[in-house]
């Protein structure tokens, strides 16, 4: 069984930067794809950003493009979430997933692999 695990998440002030990480026990995550979703309390999770296993094509949430970066490094069996300017909307349990192959969207659905999620709290 694969396993995710996410890290870096922190209570912050609004404006301020986090990166998260999430690695993997896969051999290798060359084959997969691989994204970031969010679920704050009392709400569904949603996704927030997806990066591609071939091209390394992005893809990003409305309510995040332009402050958040998602990357990987393969070698390295992980992958990154670089979050700028945190709003206190931004607050949820954010969560790695990864799934074999391409993507033909980032439904929730779509990704067998979980990590337990990693708490980013944005207040002042």
């Known amino acids: 069984q694969v396993q995710l695990v996410e890290s870096g998440g922190e209570l912050v002030q609004p404006g301020a930067s986090l990166r998260l990480s999430c690695v993997s026990s896969?051999?290798?995550?060359?084959?997969?794809?691989l994204a970031w979703f969010r679920q704050a309390p009392g709400k569904e999770r949603e996704f927030v950003s997806g990066?591609?296993?071939?091209?390394?094509?992005?893809h990003y949430t409305d309510s995040v493009k332009g402050r958040f970066a998602i990357s990987r490094d393969n070698a390295n069996k992980a992958t990154y979430l670089q979050m700028n300017n945190l709003k206190p909307e931004d607050t949820a349990v954010y969560y790695c997933a990864a799934k074999f192959g391409g993507i033909k969207d980032y439904a929730e659905t779509a990704f067998p692999f979980w990590g337990q999620g990693t708490q980013v709290t944005v207040s002042s």
């Open positions: 990066i591609g296993w071939v091209s390394g094509s992005t």
């Open positions: 896969m051999r290798t995550i060359s084959g997969y794809s």
